[in-house]
């Protein structure tokens, strides 16, 4: 699959540069643009590990600050976690079934 030398990509991404085939879309206000497309086609580039990493990571943190005796600080930073986690898993889906 991945050559020597070759970044590890999106393996969806080549098909989704030839002809675009927009989902089907019952209402016109439904309809995603242009820039929905790009940015799922870079977020699809970065490694899902590197969400979780940064959720882990934010734990950490967060403790560290609770620990420290700064509460405002520790809730503010483990707040982060479920966002990176849900992200990552956005991002996955992406990589799995491709941009729309």
Not at 28 to 41: C, G, K, N, W
Not at 75 to 83: C, E, L, N, S
Request: zero cysteines; hydrophobic letters at 45%.
């Amino acid at each position: 699959m991945e050559k020597v030398g070759e970044k590890n990509v999106n393996p969806a991404a080549q098909e989704s540069l030839g002809v675009y085939r927009p989902a089907p879309v019952l209402r016109d206000v439904h309809e995603e643009s242009a820039l929905t497309r790009l940015i799922e086609q870079q977020a699809a580039r970065i490694p899902s590990h590197y969400f979780l990493v940064g959720a882990l990571g934010a734990m950490a943190a967060s403790i560290a600050f609770e620990v420290a005796g700064n509460d405002r600080m520790s809730r503010f930073v483990g707040m982060w976690a479920p966002t990176l986690l849900i992200t990552g898993v956005y991002n996955k889906m992406v990589k799995t079934l491709g941009t729309r």
